[in-house]
């Protein structure tokens, strides 16, 4: 015994010190005392490291912003836990359907801003102004050009399209999981109804899609030739082929002889309980006019705002007809999708 | 003993059971009361055969590859074993989060293996799924298994030898004293090790996700995200909770009614045999290949990414906040673990010299947490401090507790408490379990008060679970991801919050030098432990 408490006892000493040490300057990082709190305290579910725009902002307007990144229902969640205590002024997600749900939970209030109404179009915001749109993202067809000619897609639904035979065995796509493929089909469900949306689905099994957890990795299986098409958002492919200009990919507009092309947005509200509104409501007007570039700019998304011309690569993906985007029908058909993605088996 | 009277010490763990237990508890009343109707997922028969399946395989897995290495570290000498010995912890560096992504960026049909394979054998070649039930066993249990590994070798070099040296002289060779003896006394340690892997394959979601598993878990998850409704999922998290109920019961019932305590002091319960040859290297070989498999390969391609990413953009690599973001990482981990394992050697020890029934289970109600997802118990957490404030409020203190939870990291460590407090629970508590009451009993009537007691007989005797309780909470909480996300106060950035972000828009190029970090960054209390096992391995040889 005596000679085990000889090894033993240092390490017991240093493992003491250690943890001591750690605390003690751990106070300073454990936010006690802290520093003092920004001018707008943002709630994000875009998760970026640095928002270019928030940057952009600071300098123009000498106002200071916090934000912290998280997953949107998570972020929704604390706002209600934390209720009138919560630090947040801004809710920021990139789902129309989360937008809505935080509005129609009582989390956001509404902005009357004529400049908001003058720089958004009236479909990428909400009608009681409680939450505003931002940024446009697209979810298309991404093709491998060696294995498929554009001209098989049906321009007319090329989403149901892809339930023909000729697809068998050559469709790649993402998990039910994914915040981005309940959207797309609940955005069928309100265009197909359930039955319709249902059907096509099915038909997307019966053609044994294969199914990925990553929308990367789906652009690496089109450029390796292990899958012909795939669904996936612009901006991935925009992102990838920045780093891989000759990848075999390219994207094919769905749906543009008929209702268009998914698109979801990002956008953002005010918070109920925000202890500094008008502050708030400037940073949000900001960004739906001269902060536009900057908001978009560094994740490849459209603009909102029509003036605004989006960024080079996307400028090369052309013009593109946008799928009707209706955040109620997207917020509230969000768990039918859930329901009907497992009812038909789609992992 | 039991019952006697040392109330204080039967009121701490109280104390501590209800701290504990209070945001799960609050969640599942949250739900009770605030919904009216009950929200079960589609397939939710299939989710709980799912479930199952996955808890049985994982399970299978790593008490195979867990119990057998340590088996082989302790019974055998073999090329590389003194560093094989505690590089065998390293897989429980690796975020399954992250392990998951890159098993599969590796394996799958666009993936570096296959696209070989192809070239060498040509199209057409039939490869199983890796992205399936089977494969997200594999990836678990590869990452689990160091749990098992760790709990089942403290427990053979804390065997005594007298059991084994009378088991031979019985005539028993070494075969039959291992299956007769050996095994059966490591048998509290190995059933604490499967628990927390049971209950760490209960909470996973990302993995799972991957793999695209529906576990209960993934439901709970589906119907939250689904809905962006929280209550409508706590019926279903409940459900979690009823698994996690059935995984300590059948701990116990692993355990036996039997109480495995041994005297004749420690170690040197194995003579270690000295494999030669062949036989030598297929020891090294076989540990190498759970190495790499858990840890290497998956650290090389990470490697690789940083590699490339360095090249493209020298400028860019690191980040300057970097230092801070490990700053933050380390200190959490370090208050964490110490105040977890602080409270698990006063509650066995409370149990030890006067624990009831009561007593007992209320200990074993605060191992409930880890079985509840980081995201659950985030938002239980929550839920109580916006209680305490409304109660400190209502009681005429201005402002309640002023936001206390998000406005500090104090609701991070309270969460980090009631989620981790299960490890080092489970790890000092099968250290005490090997201690004889006796033991206890001679030095309390020499008149030892309950603290004497605690520092010089039971904290020596149980200081290799220590050491294993602090590993195994350091790196839980390096790792922790969700509850981080949702409860950091503005400006607080951990490493996992980091390669999360990366991550989570696929920036995996970008994320792997912060994944490396984090990996490298749990390498150190493998570290610390290494020491421990060498001072044991010194005094078994």
Not at chain 1, 52 to 66: H, I, K, N, R, S
Not at chain 1, 273 to 290: F, G, N, T, Y
Not at chain 2, 84 to 99: C, D, G, Q, S, T
Not at chain 2, 230 to 247: E, M, N, P
Request: aromatic share 10%.
């Amino acid at each position: 015994m005596s000679r085990t408490r000889r090894v033993g006892r240092p390490a017991v000493l240093t493992a003491t010190l250690v943890s001591l040490s750690a605390l003690v300057s751990g106070c300073g990082v454990l936010g006690i005392g802290g520093e003092e709190p920004g001018d707008i305290q943002v709630y994000s579910a875009r998760h970026y490291d640095l928002e270019d725009a928030f940057v952009a902002f600071e300098e123009e307007t000498g106002l200071t912003v916090d934000f912290i990144y998280g997953d949107d229902a998570e972020l929704l969640e604390r706002l209600k836990a934390e209720g009138a205590e919560t630090p947040a002024d801004l809710f920021v997600t990139v789902d129309a359907g989360a937008l809505w749900n935080a509005a129609d939970q009582g989390e956001l209030v509404p902005v009357r801003s004529p400049v908001l109404e003058q720089a958004l179009p009236e479909e990428y915001r909400d009608s009681q102004d409680r939450w505003f749109g931002l940024a446009l993202r697209a979810r298309t067809v991404a093709y491998n050009p060696e294995n498929v000619d554009p001209a098989d897609f049906d321009t007319k639904d090329t989403y149901a399209g892809l339930t023909d035979p000729q697809w068998k065995g050559r469709l790649c796509m993402r998990d039910s999981t994914e915040a981005y493929t309940q959207s797309l089909v609940a955005s069928l469900i309100d265009l197909h109804g359930r039955d319709g949306a249902k059907e096509i689905v099915q038909g997307w099994l019966d053609n044994d899609v294969e199914i990925m957890s990553n929308d990367i990795l789906l652009l690496e299986a089109l450029d390796a030739g292990t899958c012909d098409v795939a669904i996936v958002n612009h901006y991935y492919f925009a992102r990838e082929l920045e780093e891989k200009p000759d990848m075999n990919v390219e994207l094919f507009w769905a749906s543009q002889e008929g209702d268009g092309t998914h698109v979801n947005i990002s956008g953002a509200g005010l918070v109920k309980a925000s202890d500094a509104p008008a502050k708030a409501r400037r940073l949000l007007e900001w960004l739906a006019a001269d902060g536009q570039e900057a908001f978009v700019g560094g994740n490849h998304e459209y603009p909102v705002n029509p003036v605004v011309a989006p960024d080079e690569v996307v400028a090369g993906f052309g013009e593109f007809k946008p799928m009707p985007l209706d955040a109620e029908a997207m917020g509230s058909l969000n768990a039918e999708a859930t329901d009907l993605l497992a009812e038909v088996g789609y992992e | 003993m039991a019952g006697s009277g040392r109330p204080g010490w039967s009121l701490l763990v109280l104390v501590v059971a209800v701290v504990v237990a209070s945001p799960v508890v609050a969640v599942v009343l949250d739900g009770l009361l605030g919904s009216d109707e009950i929200a079960m997922p589609r397939g939710l028969r299939s989710m709980v055969v799912t479930t199952l399946l996955l808890m049985l395989g994982v399970g299978v897995g790593t008490l195979v590859i867990g119990g057998g290495l340590a088996w082989l570290v302790t019974a055998y000498r073999f090329p590389l074993r003194n560093l094989l010995v505690w590089l065998l912890v390293l897989p429980l560096a690796m975020p399954a989060y992250i392990l998951g992504f890159v098993f599969l960026s590796t394996f799958d049909a666009s993936g570096p293996v296959q696209t070989f394979l192809r070239s060498v054998l040509g199209e057409g070649l039939w490869v199983p799924d890796v992205r399936s039930l089977p494969g997200a066993i594999v990836v678990m249990s590869l990452s689990l298994f160091p749990y098992v590994y760790l709990l089942a070798r403290a427990a053979l070099v804390e065997q005594s030898p007298t059991t084994y040296d009378a088991a031979r002289t019985l005539g028993a060779n070494r075969t039959r004293a291992f299956w007769r003896v050996v095994l059966p006394l490591a048998r509290p340690s190995l059933a604490a090790g499967l628990a927390l892997v049971m209950m760490e394959t209960l909470t996973d979601f990302a993995t799972v996700q991957y793999f695209g598993v529906k576990t209960v878990s993934v439901g709970v998850y589906l119907v939250w995200k689904g809905s962006f409704d929280f209550q409508s999922a706590t019926q279903l998290a409940g459900l979690v909770l009823l698994f996690a109920v059935a995984v300590l019961a059948g701990e116990r019932l692993m355990r036996g009614r039997a109480r495995y305590t041994q005297r004749g002091g420690r170690g040197q319960g194995l003579q270690a045999r000295h494999l030669t040859g062949w036989r030598g290297w297929g020891a090294t070989t076989l540990c190498l290949l759970a190495l790499a498999a858990g840890f290497f390969v998956p650290v090389a391609r990470l490697l690789t990414w940083a590699v490339g990413e360095a090249l493209a953009d020298p400028a860019a690599f690191v980040d300057p906040r970097f230092g801070e973001y490990l700053a933050n990482s380390l200190a959490v981990a370090a208050v964490a673990a110490t105040g977890c394992v602080l409270l698990s050697l006063l509650m066995s020890h409370a149990v030890r010299i006067g624990g009831g029934r009561v007593v007992r289970s209320a200990a074993q109600l605060t191992t409930f947490g880890y079985a509840v997802p980081g995201a659950v118990v985030g938002i239980g957490v929550l839920l109580v401090f916006a209680w305490a404030d409304r109660a400190l409020e209502a009681a005429g203190v201005p402002g309640g507790t002023g936001l206390l939870v998000t406005g500090s990291v104090l609701g991070i460590l309270y969460a980090y408490l009631v989620r981790f407090l299960a490890p080092a629970y489970q790890a000092v508590d099968a250290s005490f379990a090997k201690i004889a009451p006796t033991m206890t009993l001679s030095a309390m009537s020499l008149g030892a008060n309950p603290l004497r007691v605690l520092r010089r007989v039971h904290l020596p005797l149980v200081r290799p679970g220590v050491a294993v309780a602090l590993v195994l909470v350091t790196i839980d909480a390096i790792k922790e991801l969700p509850i981080v996300l949702l409860l950091r106060p503005f400006g607080f950035t951990t490493l996992s919050v980091w390669v999360y972000q990366l991550a989570g828009e696929n920036f995996w190029q970008e994320a792997a030098l912060p994944a490396l970090v984090i990996v490298a960054a749990a390498v150190v209390p493998v570290f610390f432990l290494f020491r421990q096992v060498r001072a044991t391995d010194r005094r078994a040889v």
